[in-house]
């Protein structure tokens, strides 16, 4: 047939059982990531799954539906499907992109990897930055509507069915964000009523396993309601919360409340003097592992989830929770120093529209289908390439009733914080990180969530971009202990002090100046400007040295060191 395929997994994962022959040998299924339906075989294994040749519950589903079975799972997956008896091949992919395929179309024929970094190798043409992939790169923070930062390969579109027979391509969409953006919206009880159905309806299928489960706990709602929505399970749950050098944050003090009151064993993970004693090697794993989606702001994931898959090789999470519940954006221009960037590219990023990406699309259109599966990409990549990383919030069945909230209902975290009270009182009492509790109210209350958003605020801002006229101020408020509450990942300080060394030696290496990103002599002052405190330099040493390792490490393929 022409198809040639190989395939990697987590032992003992959903992929690992899927990806095999079905029957008889004429339907084979090479699969990534995972399904979660209600109905037997999905999530666990049944006896059959454990039958060598008997195929996996998405082959079987395939038998009864042919290639519309695809829209029947639910989860974050992409799979190849080879069925010799109709002599077809079938490429799809989740709803949303977010387990992505990466693409490569010449007259060769169609190329296809779950990481652009396995198409680089076997393909010379792709080997060298897009340029408006970058561009969008340096102006949001990742490239947008399926661009990569590698010319000739991009993205498919979530929901991507791709279906190959014989000399022709038949490329569809078997599900698109329109179907659920023409529902009806509910009133705010009869949302709240179905919300709450729901999300105890969905959980459970993410609990669902053969190990002992992981929960990532934080001080935040997200987690909360997992845990309040938890049911008795045979194999109790460990809980942990990932934290820095020192130091308790507000989410390690709260989660391990929490967990308390579940009953559930509760660790605390840190990162270790080691990780920044081998920065550079996290540096490149990262870079390497996530094909450029995630850089040096984001070394910790891999670092923090190999020690939480020492654990438990599953890790439950309440990522992109506020993203499609509350309509919290991530997609912003990150405002790098215009004199950073080479005169020769500065065109490239100034045809980059003003626009904010998916500008009168509904919210949660834009989180769902936008801003998760391009801007928050990496955080879910680092992750899974050390463990099975889940989440319920982007469920199918949650996702498609979170567009019939009404505004009102979407602009707040009132139905978060009724599920909890409801769910579990007792976690309904337990302030969250901003102070926030189920039937919180009086002037008390008011000054308490006034308290901890300033604190928010001031905590960021000593981190990451101090203003010039409160450096003095937040240094005094960091030694009275009223700092280091919420952030706990000080890379401004880092790349001033313990990284002042790496830093200074990457963005004066002699193949990064020769990029034709950069204008030499920014980069020749950037590193010392930083250093000194004179300037914060913190995104553009981000973009430098991601660019920089992808280069390397990508590009012309020097990847011993990771």
């Known amino acids: 047939m022409g198809v040639y395929a190989g395939w990697v997994s987590h032992p003992g994962s959903f992929a690992a059982r899927e990806s095999g022959a079905g029957a008889a040998g004429a339907i084979e299924l090479v699969f990534a990531g995972e399904s ?10 049944d006896d059959r799954d454990r039958q060598p040749g008997s195929g996996g519950s998405v082959l079987r589903l395939y038998d009864r539906l042919g290639e519309n079975c695809v829209v029947e799972l639910n989860g974050l997956f992409s799979g190849l499907l080879i069925d010799r008896r109709r002599n077809r091949a079938v490429l799809f992919n989740d709803r949303y992109g ?3 395929i990466y693409v490569h179309e010449n007259e060769h024929g169609t190329y296809f990897a779950s990481e652009a970094k396995a198409l680089l190798r076997v393909l010379s043409a792709p080997r060298s930055f897009d340029d408006e992939g970058v561009a969008q790169f340096l102006t949001f923070g990742c490239p947008l509507d399926g661009r990569t930062l590698f010319r000739g390969i991009r993205t498919l579109d979530g ?7 014989g000399d022709s391509c038949r490329k569809r969409r078997y599900f698109t ?6 529902q009806p919206v509910l009133s705010d009880e009869d949302f709240q009523s179905e919300f709450e159905s729901t999300f105890k309806r969905v959980l459970p299928r993410y609990l669902r396993g053969e190990s002992r489960l992981g929960i990532s706990l934080t001080g935040g709602l997200d987690t909360r309601m997992i845990m309040g929505c938890l049911p008795a399970l045979e194999t109790p749950p460990i809980c942990y919360t990932f934290a820095g050098l020192d130091g308790h944050t507000l989410d390690a003090r709260i989660a391990a409340r929490v967990a308390s009151e579940c009953g559930l064993e509760y660790r605390l993970m840190r990162i270790g003097p080691d990780f920044l004693s081998d920065y550079g090697r996290y540096l490149d794993r990262t870079v390497y592992v996530t094909d450029g989606a995630a850089g040096p702001v984001w070394t910790h994931e891999i670092y923090l989830n190999a020690q939480a898959r020492l654990l438990s090789p599953v890790r439950l999470t309440g990522n992109f929770g506020g993203e499609v519940l509350r309509s919290v954006s991530t997609i912003k221009k990150i405002g790098l120093s215009r004199e950073l960037i080479a005169p020769g590219f500065r ?6 529209s003003d626009d904010r990406p998916g ?3 509904p ?3 834009l989180a769902a289908f936008h801003e998760i599966p391009s801007n928050l990409f990496g955080i879910a990549a680092s992750a899974k390439s050390q463990l099975t990383f889940r989440t319920p919030y982007l469920d199918n069945d949650l996702v498609a009733l979170t567009y019939r909230a009404p505004d009102s209902v979407r602009r707040s975290a009132g139905s978060a914080l009724q599920l909890v009270r409801h769910a579990n009182p007792r976690l309904g009492t337990i302030p969250t990180d901003r102070a926030v509790v189920a039937d919180g109210s009086g002037p008390g209350y008011l000054l308490k969530r006034l308290f901890a958003e300033l604190t928010f605020k001031f905590d960021y801002m000593h981190k990451e971009a101090p203003p010039r006229g409160l450096v003095q101020f937040l240094a005094a408020l960091d030694k009275m202990g009223l700092l280091g509450r919420h952030k706990w990942l000080p890379y401004r300080l880092w790349f001033q002090n313990e990284l002042s060394q790496y830093v200074g030696a990457a963005l004066s290496d002699p193949a990064t100046c020769r990029m034709p990103f950069w204008n030499q002599r920014a980069l020749a002052t950037m590193a010392d400007e930083h250093v000194s405190g004179k300037k914060n330099y913190v995104r553009e040493i981000n973009a430098v040295l991601t660019l920089a390792a992808v280069d390397r490490l990508l590009l012309r393929g020097s990847e011993e060191s990771c």
């Not at 979660?36 to 294994?45: E, K, N």
């Not at 929901?159 to 027979?165: A, K, P, R, V």
């Not at 065109?347 to 980059?352: F, V």
């Open 36 to 45: 979660f339906q209600d109905c037997r075989g999905f999530g666990a294994p």
């Open 98 to 100: 977010v387990e992505r």
């Open 159 to 165: 929901g991507s069915l791709w279906t190959f027979e």
């Open 177 to 182: 964000p329109a179907e659920w953006e023409r």
């Open 347 to 352: 065109t490239q990023l100034e045809a980059i």
């Open 359 to 361: 500008r009168g699309v």
């Open 363 to 365: 919210p949660v259109t």
